[in-house]
């Protein structure tokens, strides 16, 4: 229920905070934070240099709408807050380390996050409009010109660690982030202190040392961009340091400490692994035909490989297993 000063018909920004809190966390969510509105002036100057350094790899998009990126009121006129939401999506199970299994990165085991998340954020958003009618605002999922992880940590959901994920201090990092940027002006939460100390597990578990340096990761050589975004053969030398990998790598996230003492089962059952994701068999993925992969990834994040990206990525790990060139 309203306080009674909203209920007179004056906006209280504590209550409102108090109340889209509770709201999101009765919706599902895990994490909740609020940030003040702003130009992200230390973020900005850190992506252009990332950019300037040709990390992006073959992700174009990234660069043509770095203003917004950087500045939310391009996005939202008159933006006052960012509210971050991050949703829990561990399950506890192993990566498989059989001979002749793959591994598929942690979030893609059950169903499509975007869904999951898009759902949620918009029956937030709605309710935030229902509860202040003049309210403005656009939510997104990984799906538009918003530095997701910079936001987070701005709210206070958790920090940017070295291996450049977001670290929460009850969920490590198996967390999905999600925005709502609106003209609501809300008071801010005390943003994330970095807490990762002198630990670099990270750095020392990427397979191809794609972090180039503490809290910097080159696409280029990242796994998990080789392997979902990228189209075509891998560069030279790279398939052979694919160590099962087949869609995504969460090798720097099972090393990192955080993870290993403060990760928590998620209650959502939407993320519990599908049949045989959390354990692919190789030799019977290999078979695997266009109508097959659609059929069995329909509503799965691995969609976004492609059927010829996901052959590629197996073909790699076999050849790989066996030290020798992937079969062509």
């Not at 403005?136 to 450049?164: C, F, L, N």
């Not at 560069?235 to 928590?264: H, M, T, Y």
């Not at 068999?281 to 691995?302: C, H, N, P, Y």
Request: glycine letters at 8%; proline letters at 6%.
């Amino acid at each position: 229920m309203p306080d009674k000063t909203e209920q007179e018909g004056a906006f209280d920004p504590e209550s409102a905070a108090r109340r889209i809190k509770a709201e999101a966390l009765h919706l599902g969510f895990s994490h909740v934070g609020i940030a003040r509105a702003g130009v992200l002036d230390h973020e900005g100057a850190r992506l252009r240099e990332w950019l300037g350094r040709g990390y992006e790899a073959s992700m174009r998009w990234m660069p043509v709408r770095s203003s917004e990126r950087i500045n939310v009121e391009e996005v939202v006129p008159g933006a006052r807050s960012v509210l971050s939401l991050g949703l829990n999506y561990y399950t506890p199970q192993p990566h498989a380390a059989e001979p002749g299994t793959g591994k598929i990165s942690r979030y893609a085991w059950g169903d499509d996050y975007h869904d999951v998340m898009s759902e949620r954020l918009r029956a937030l958003w709605e309710w935030v409009r229902t509860e202040w009618p003049a309210a403005k605002g656009k939510w997104y999922v990984d799906t538009g010109p918003v530095m997701e992880k910079a936001w987070a940590q701005r709210s206070g959901i958790g920090w940017i660690g070295k291996h450049a994920n977001v670290i929460t201090r009850d969920s490590g990092s198996w967390v999905f982030l999600g925005e709502i940027i609106t003209t609501l002006d809300l008071p801010p939460d005390e943003p994330a202190t970095d807490h990762c100390g002198t630990c670099t597990l990270c750095i020392e578990a990427c397979p191809t040392q794609a972090i180039v340096e503490p809290y910097v990761v080159d696409s280029n050589l990242c796994l998990s961009y080789l392997t979902i975004e990228h189209r075509g053969e891998f560069p030279s030398g790279l398939a052979g340091e694919i160590e099962g990998w087949i869609f995504g790598c969460d090798s720097c996230q099972d090393v990192c400490p955080w993870n290993n003492k403060f990760s928590r089962p998620t209650e959502d059952e939407k993320f519990a692994p599908r049949e045989g994701n959390a354990a692919p068999t190789l030799a019977d993925w290999i078979r695997m035909d266009a109508a097959e992969f659609e059929k069995r990834f329909q509503g799965s994040a691995v969609r976004r490989t492609k059927h010829q990206g996901l052959m590629r990525n197996i073909r790699a790990a076999i050849g790989a297993a066996n030290s020798k060139d992937p079969p062509r």
